[in-house]
């Protein structure tokens, strides 16, 4: 086979099965097909609406939910990757939308820049992290969508659009955090700022005294977020503060026994077994949550941020007022308590400021959020049920890339630019080329 057949093998595959990365999502796309450049991507897109097929991109997986799901053309990452241009002067860097966060975070570092804030994992394309709302935890500093300087679309009918705050800029209010469903972003330009030195404190603190003083630990941290291990009155919590150095990373021996030893293979396992004998959890939560023990050190911004997650789990998560958080956290520890139900997975809060982002779930609003999770092949759908009956009854916003129920009836009432979004996809996806199952149920037809 000549190299040009090869290269078109790669790049359009007729089948196969498509999975995420918790395995709770399946889909058989008709095609899948690789562009390398947002010119390929508009061919694909003009293509599928010839043969009469959807077109879905994809990133790597990372969502819970069906968003990327579909049976039409399954447009895929790896050749839409790579830095395009560091422009210094301007303080951004522009990437293709396939890029890997790692890749990113690693290009950042050699060049001496680094993102403001991020997420706690990085192995999700860029697209796929921005356009699902993924966020870290931030006093001031949001989302990574919130972040984008400009972006480039290619919309239903093959154009391709670049968005900023100058140029189309209600389209770029509203595809920063698209859901895919106003056409496939090609590539990104990220506000980037000179690389810095974080400070993490991570320390045990009981149930009472965090929710007791979260208002004074978030107001007086510029990253704060913890951790609750239900059947106890645990938390680990985490506070990361810019330093003037000097750097102390971890050593790689303290790094291998937290990170990976305990925070992942003795993890695994014991969460195996609280799959296989559920009446072990309880005990397990105990001795969990007195396993890591309180550290501190100091390294660029991703190094302290991010850390490795190989325990595949499902996940719901919830945006609610900030002012709201505790109350929330406080009832779902009393419904768990009453339930009978065992949870093995610690529950996560974090919060993000308020933001301009169309359908951000920290839109116009100071947001906390609580993750909820369950170890991968494990029931969920009963305390999934009871968590999200709190949290939407606190006006929660369910994160868009994570498990939850709710349809565009009930998003239109918590979202007050729901409407704007609705028109704009109109005008831009009439014919909803870039439809599927999950946008037909959180946007409607």
């Given at each position: 086979m000549s190299s040009t057949a090869n290269a078109r093998t790669r790049r359009t595959r007729q089948s196969g099965t498509w999975r995420n990365w918790a395995g709770n999502v399946t889909a058989r796309p008709a095609r899948q097909v690789a562009p390398g450049s947002a010119e390929e991507v508009a061919a694909a897109v003009r293509d599928a609406a010839e043969r009469g097929?959807?077109?879905?991109?994809?990133?790597?997986?990372?969502?819970?939910?069906?968003?990327?799901?579909?049976?039409?053309?399954?447009?895929r990452p790896e050749r839409l990757a790579g830095v395009h241009r560091v422009d210094r002067a301007a303080g951004t860097v522009t990437v293709g939308a396939g890029t890997p966060l790692k890749q990113l975070n690693a290009a950042l570092a050699g060049e001496g820049l680094s993102l403001t804030n991020m997420g706690d994992i990085m192995e999700q394309t860029v697209s796929g992290a921005v356009g699902t709302g993924t966020h870290g935890t931030g006093r001031e500093s949001g989302s990574i969508a919130a972040q984008i300087a400009a972006l480039e679309l290619v919309t239903a009918d093959g154009?391709?659009?670049?968005c900023s705050r100058e140029e189309n800029p209600e389209v770029f209010a509203a595809a920063r955090i698209g859901l895919g469903a106003l056409g496939v972003v090609t590539a990104l330009t990220f506000r980037v700022e000179p690389v810095f030195l974080l400070t993490a404190r991570e320390e045990p603190?009981?149930?009472?005294?965090?929710?007791?003083?979260?208002?004074?630990?978030?107001?007086?941290?510029?990253?704060?977020?913890?951790?609750?291990?239900p059947h106890t009155g645990n938390c680990n919590t985490k506070r990361n503060n810019r330093s003037?150095?000097?750097?102390?990373?971890?050593?790689?021996?303290g790094a291998w026994l937290e990170d990976e030893l305990l925070s992942n293979g003795v993890f695994g396992a014991v969460n195996r077994l609280g799959r296989a004998v559920p009446a072990t959890i309880p005990a397990i939560a105990r001795i969990s949550s007195r396993a890591l023990s309180a550290r501190t050190y100091t390294?660029?911004?991703?190094?302290?941020?991010?850390?490795?997650?190989?325990?595949?789990?499902?996940?719901?998560e919830y945006a609610l007022p900030r002012a709201a958080v505790v109350d929330?956290?406080?009832?779902?520890?009393?419904?768990?308590?009453?339930?009978?139900?065992?949870?093995s997975f610690p529950v996560e809060v974090r919060t993000a400021p308020a933001d301009d982002i169309t359908l951000s779930t920290a839109s116009g609003r100071d947001s906390a959020y609580i993750a909820v999770h369950m170890f991968r092949g494990t029931p969920y759908q009963a305390y999934f049920t009871m968590a999200e009956r709190i949290?939407?009854?606190y006006e929660g916003r369910p994160h868009w890339g994570k498990v939850h129920t709710r349809d565009a009836g009930h998003l239109a009432a918590v979202y007050p630019r729901f409407g704007e979004f609705l028109e704009?996809?109109?005008r831009l996806d009439p014919e909803r080329r870039f439809q599927n199952d999950y946008l037909r149920r959180v946007l409607g037809e």
């Open positions: 097929l959807r077109v879905k991109p994809v990133g790597s997986g990372h969502s819970f939910t069906a968003a990327a799901a579909t049976d039409g053309v399954l447009i154009s391709v659009l670049t603190m009981s149930f009472d005294q965090v929710t007791g003083s979260f208002e004074e630990l978030w107001s007086s941290n510029e990253h704060f977020e913890f951790y609750w291990f003037a150095g000097p750097p102390r990373p971890l050593g790689r021996a390294d660029i911004p991703y190094k302290v941020f991010t850390s490795p997650r190989r325990v595949r789990f499902v996940e719901m929330a956290l406080r009832e779902l520890r009393s419904a768990v308590d009453r339930s009978g139900l065992r949870v949290f939407t009854a704009l996809r109109n």
